[in-house]
């Protein structure tokens, strides 16, 4: 009879996890001391199964919640249809996802690149390896998918960007109207690691795979993605970089994410 009830109580448990789609976490940040919101979007698991992952960062002034209502709308779809798990983790307001040298709770960088990878590899089924661990992200997500990934090149084998703001130091009074310098201090003042132009040659060598795209009507951001696009291949260093009619707005992104995403499942699958 015991038996009978373990067995119950196994199977019901698993149906209870099979169903789960999205489910709201809260992952304690050693760094940061604090818990950071999490959404986790799981297709429909199965006993025995391992799935790769994806970190999908939100943009300035967004959060998760967001992103699964309006920046990408068919993110559970595509969680079920490409049989991946998604992690949305809030990046705050403007926190850039950097490890800032003057805000000692916004250290998203390692949070992020590091101990959400630790969390989710401890308590989710997801594939270990490099090559089935994606992370993009749009507009402020995009630099710091950009960012992130990169540093961490052994933890994740592509990296996306839509729209991202890659270049500080040609962001002009964005720098200061999106709140960089709370983060990172005065551009004039900045330190050169956040400089994405400085994670180029790093790149050369990191055996990631690279997706970068932009609206061409994106008067902020078409300018340095476009000198991205152009730095990487001076460089030979293999990439996707496509445009695409729109401007910098979550009608542009939901339907590039959502191609890029596409893409991220063919990877996975090679």
Request: with cysteine; net charge positive; hydrophobic share 35%.
């Amino acid at each position: 009879m015991k038996k009978f009830i373990n067995i119950v109580v196994i199977l019901t448990t698993f149906v209870q996890l099979s169903a789960q789609k999205i489910i709201h976490q809260e992952v304690f940040s050693p760094k940061m001391n604090k818990k950071i919101k999490t959404i986790i979007i799981t297709p429909n698991l199965q006993p025995n199964t391992t799935y790769p992952s994806v970190y999908i960062l939100h943009g300035f002034s967004g959060n998760p919640d967001r992103t699964i209502k309006q920046d990408i709308p068919d993110l559970v779809q595509k969680a079920e249809e490409y049989k991946t798990i998604y992690v949305l983790p809030d990046g705050n307001y403007s926190s850039w996802y950097v490890d800032s040298p003057i805000l000692k709770d916004s250290q998203y960088q390692t949070f992020i690149g590091k101990e959400l990878v630790d969390f989710i590899d401890k308590n989710y089924p997801v594939k270990a390896e490099k090559k089935f661990r994606g992370i993009l992200g749009w507009s402020m997500g995009g630099y710091g998918a950009t960012n992130i990934g990169v540093t961490y090149n052994k933890t994740f084998g592509i990296v996306g960007s839509s729209c991202g703001a890659l270049d500080f130091s040609s962001f002009g009074e964005g720098y200061n109207k999106y709140m960089v310098n709370n983060v990172l201090g005065p551009f004039e003042f900045i330190n050169p690691n956040f400089l994405t132009d400085n994670k180029v040659k790093l790149m050369a060598g990191a055996g990631q795979s690279y997706i970068f795209d932009c609206a061409t009507e994106d008067t902020q951001m078409i300018g340095m993605n476009r000198n991205f696009h152009k730095k990487l291949t001076e460089l030979k260093i293999q990439h996707l970089y496509t445009e695409s009619l729109g401007i910098h707005d979550d009608k542009y992104w939901s339907r590039s994410l959502s191609e890029q995403l596409t893409l991220f499942d063919k990877f996975f699958k090679q």
